[in-house]
């Protein structure tokens, strides 16, 4: 869902825009040193989490909070990041508890959660201070580990819960299911379960299907799997997946994100809803998604003549 943001311009002192940045990286440092100066000089004020701040150098106008806790982001219209995917992914699980808008700027390597580049920091400032962009909202997914019945763990990811095995010698042997009816099992090196916007993260990189973003779907991909049948299956938004580790297998892992992670037993059931709560994102260019993917991946298009008007 995608909304135009055309409320009046308040008084700047009325206005604030949280920064995460990737302080280990100098050009995030000197990237976060422009939006700042940017901001500020068009009155706009801007606060930072204190552990951030003590490795920019920042004017002592700017707020700082000591926790990256929703509260941290009250009174803020948005939220501006600035660094890799796994930065990106950081400042989208703060957007998400919080409700504020998440705009990206890339300094990694694809950065489709990324907005815009690092040569585009005068347009991201240009853009915030007149309010020049739009929110979408991205599905996210709830995710809620079983053993023996009894739930261990809930989680949430945007792009994916990835069921692993942990030790390299031995496959992860799975039962796969689909709305309480099984589908088939066999042995690989794991399975992710992602949303539209995960398709072009590791469920790519597992083989899966590339979905537009204003699809509404879950995907299941499997890893290496030793099966005839061990296809990529796209399902509805309302569908619930299921993997179902084997009681005579190795222990696996979860990863959400590729950022948190819970050791998963023999037997254990790890359960994939569509999220309660989605993450928006801030949008700053009106380019179909078929455009970021060509740019993204750098496909050849050359020779291209286009429909015939």
């Known amino acids: ?36 100066e940017g901001l500020l000089r068009n009155g706009l004020g801007v606060r930072v989490l204190a552990m951030e701040a003590a490795d920019l150098p920042l004017p002592s106008s700017v707020e700082t909070v000591p926790e990256a806790i929703p509260d941290a982001l009250t009174g803020c219209e948005l939220l501006i990041v600035l660094g890799g995917d796994g930065t990106l992914l950081r400042g989208a699980a703060f957007a998400r508890a919080s409700g504020v808008p998440m705009l990206g700027v890339n300094l990694g390597r694809v950065g489709f959660l ?3 580049e690092r040569d585009d920091l005068d347009k991201v400032v240009e853009r915030v201070v007149t309010r ?62 992602a949303t539209p916007t995960g398709s072009t993260a590791y469920a790519f990189s597992a083989g899966g299907p590339v979905v537009w973003p ?8 499997p890893i290496s799997a030793h099966a005839l049948f061990a296809k990529p299956l796209v399902t509805s938004p309302t569908t619930t997946l299921a993997v179902e580790i084997q009681p005579d297998t190795p222990n696996g892992v979860l990863w959400c994100d590729g950022r948190r992670t819970i050791e998963l037993p023999p037997g254990s059931r790890v359960e994939v809803r569509r999220g309660a709560t989605p993450v928006r994102l801030a949008r700053l260019h009106h380019a179909s998604f078929t455009d970021r993917l060509v740019a993204k991946f750098a496909l050849p298009v050359q020779g291209w003549r286009g429909a015939p008007h």
């Open 114 to 116: 990324a907005e815009a």
């Open 214 to 221: 204003d699809v509404e779907a879950l995907l299941m991909v």
């Open 1 to 36: 869902m995608t909304t135009s943001v055309t409320a009046p311009k308040p008084a700047p002192s009325d206005r604030t825009v949280f920064m995460v940045a990737h302080t280990g990286r100098p050009a995030a440092i000197r990237s976060a040193e422009l939006v700042v």
């Open 132 to 193: 020049a962009y739009e929110v979408e909202e991205r599905m996210t997914i709830d995710v809620v580990v079983r053993s023996n019945g009894d739930i261990i763990h809930r989680d949430w990811a945007l792009n994916e819960a990835a069921v692993q095995k942990v030790s390299p010698e031995r496959m992860l042997e799975v039962v796969l299911e689909i709305d309480e009816r099984p589908v088939t099992g066999f042995g690989c090196d794991g399975i992710v379960c």
